[in-house]
């Protein structure tokens, strides 16, 4: 493996040239360097192949740029790691690369040199997600300089690349790229699934520390990898045949090891934290010795206690495996359920050669189930965000991830795609008119933009937020309070609440304050007339000596409505609500025990009565 000083070396080798106008240059890069004080195309500092970088400026809108420490800067450094960009603000900032093909296949690639940019002298950790799906765990302790690599299908024109504040420590990045690759290449990416680099090496070229660009025009790393008893091997002919599936550089199948002896297994290991990962690992595998004729090689494939390929016999232009050819001149396998692997390549009982690897890729699957925002809700709230300049640390996903998504929102699922139904953008410092992408929200419940200097009138285009049931605009001092038509017929039917000025209730409420008061009004009288009537029938049927008559039971009626026996001194209410209908019995809710002071009670001539009195009273009226 190489040291911290080799790898020190390397880093004065850059990555590719770049477009200047943040899309996919004629090679399809796209390189930007993070940190730069002002937009423009800078040369790294390498001269092998006149490559250039954009400044990350149009690629972002938050973080600041910092120069690292010039105790961190060792002689040779290329320029890409003199700067960072740092965020301090928001636990989630983002770049994004546009103008891609939805549907295509993308390596991604970052750089992370802590280089004690801020003085702290404490190197931090936090995560970084393509999309909405986790990527890796950038850890500046353990790695001084780290490379993370993965690659992806875009699932939109865009990708986005986000670095996430954990409570260790603020994210910083050197620089970033993006390659495009052809859509056959490592089939078993989708948009489900991404691959992650876990390791990527080529064997028997020890005198060269790294493979790049332009031998590799994808510009993957293929990093030299030996071992005190492997030997090597190397030829200047043309060996292996055309691979669209992985397509390696000529140069790193012109280079093997193999071991010194049939008895020895070329061995390499890899870790994993989680058992249940799945891992892709390619065998890169040619014939470049010149075998005679007694001579014969053949070898199993075993990973841990798994064997995966048997017989295996390589040629400089095909493969055979069990016996059989095959044009391919790698295999590929998917080892999972162990924290500790260990590949190992044996020679068979008959081969008389040892085996023998050009090199070797492990990738490490990643889930990328994650499903964005609606693309209609994305582009109409980054329309909102950059017309009213809201700074609010809304960048990557609006919704997604969910501890994640953008102050002042709200989102559902619907259909497995998250829409954003609340958005509260009160107080926002919003100014000019209520624009249309409003309108293209259309899973909104509830719309709040309350306390800011909006104006003019609320747009027809508000009709398309079908399912809103709150709008607030107080606060809007030079905003009309007239809703489009749509919306103004769902405030009438009651299914809107719609607040337009302060102070006031709402539209809803008020249209319906008049209704209200005058139904009060109406059954004050009702019941005022109501006492009347029973008073003057008590005194028309009083005698001369004031004796109290009882008729005779209502002969029609039968009995009374009163049908509960309350029992005690109990007084009718004059505020209860006497009903003859098919709820009679029920309206008495006011009937309670009378208090010593006598409040509460229907009082004639300073008299309490008694329930049954009251029944005499009324003759069970």
């Excluded at 950038?138 to 865009?158: G, H, K, L, M, Q």
């Excluded at 910083?172 to 876990?198: G, N, R």
Aim: aromatic fraction near 12%; include cysteine.
């Amino acid at each position: 493996m190489l040291d911290g000083c080799s790898c020190l070396v390397l880093l004065v080798l850059s990555i590719g040239i770049a477009g200047v106008n943040g899309q996919l240059d004629f090679l399809g890069f796209i390189n930007i360097d993070c940190g730069l004080p002002i937009p423009s195309i800078v040369d790294n500092g390498d001269t092998s192949g006149n490559f250039q970088f954009l400044s990350d400026e149009q690629f972002i809108d938050t973080g600041i740029n910092k120069q690292i420490s010039s105790l961190h800067s060792p002689e040779g450094l290329s320029n890409l790691y003199l700067t960072v960009r740092s965020f301090p603000n928001g636990t989630r900032n983002c770049y994004t690369f546009r103008s891609l093909t939805v549907g295509n296949k993308y390596l991604v690639k970052g750089a992370f040199f802590y280089g004690n940019y801020d003085n702290l002298n404490v190197a931090p950790i936090f995560d970084i997600y393509l999309g909405v799906n986790y990527w890796v765990t950038v850890n500046s302790i353990v790695d001084p300089f780290y490379f993370p690599e993965i690659i992806a299908t875009a699932t939109a024109d865009y990708l986005q690349v986000c670095l996430i504040n954990t409570g260790k420590g603020t994210p910083y990045i050197s620089w970033l790229q993006l390659k495009e690759l052809e859509t056959s290449m490592y089939p078993t990416v989708d948009s489900s699934q991404s691959l992650v680099h876990v390791l990527r090496f080529n064997l028997g070229a020890s005198y060269r520390h790294l493979v790049r660009y332009p031998d590799d025009h994808h510009d993957r790393w293929w990093w030299s990898q030996t071992a005190h008893t492997w030997l090597e091997v190397s030829t200047n002919s043309s060996v292996g045949n055309p691979d669209p599936e992985y397509d390696p550089p000529s140069f790193i199948i012109q280079t093997a090891a193999f071991t010194s002896s049939t008895k020895e297994a070329l061995q390499i290991p890899w870790s994993s934290n989680d058992p249940s990962t799945k891992f892709l690992v390619v065998l890169h595998i040619v014939e470049i010795e010149d075998i005679s004729k007694i001579d014969f090689r053949e070898f199993d494939i075993n990973c841990n206690r798994d064997r995966w390929f048997e017989s295996v016999n390589p040629g400089r232009h095909f493969t055979r495996i069990n016996g059989k050819n095959v044009t391919a001149n790698w295999v590929a396998f998917q080892p999972t359920g162990y924290t500790s692997y260990l590949m190992s390549l044996e020679a068979t009982a008959r081969s008389t050669l040892p085996p023998l690897l050009n090199s070797i890729e492990v990738y490490k699957f990643a889930n990328a189930t994650g499903v964005p925002t609606d693309v209609g809700d994305v582009t109409a709230i980054n329309a909102i965000k950059e017309n009213y300049k809201v700074t609010r640390g809304w960048s990557g996903d609006p919704c997604i991830p969910i501890d994640y998504a953008w102050t002042g929102l709200r989102c559902t699922i619907y259909s497995n795609v998250p829409r954003i139904t609340h958005l509260n953008l009160s107080s926002a410092g919003l100014t000019g008119e209520l624009i249309s992408f409003f309108g293209n929200l259309t899973a909104l419940v509830s719309l709040d933009v309350s306390g800011n200097d909006l104006s003019g009138a609320l747009g027809t285009y508000l009709d398309q937020l079908v399912a809103l049931k709150y709008l607030d605009v107080t606060g809007n001092e030079n905003m009309s309070s007239t809703l489009p038509p749509g919306l103004e017929k769902r405030q009438q039917d009651g299914t809107l609440t719609f607040k337009s000025k302060i102070g006031e209730f709402t539209q809803q409420s008020k249209k319906k304050k008049v209704p209200v008061v005058l139904i009060a009004v109406v059954g004050a009288v009702v019941l005022l007339l109501l006492a009347v009537a029973i008073i003057l029938v008590f005194c028309l049927r009083k005698g001369p000596d004031n004796q109290i008559y009882t008729p005779r039971p209502n002969e029609n009626t039968g009995s009374s409505p009163l049908t509960n026996n309350y029992g005690g001194n109990y007084a009718y209410s004059p505020a209860a609500n006497i009903s003859h209908g098919n709820n009679a019995g029920q309206n008495y809710a006011n009937i309670s025990k009378p208090s010593g002071s006598g409040k509460g009670m229907l009082n004639f001539d300073n008299r309490q009565f008694t329930y049954n009195d009251l029944k005499q009273i009324t003759n069970s009226f």
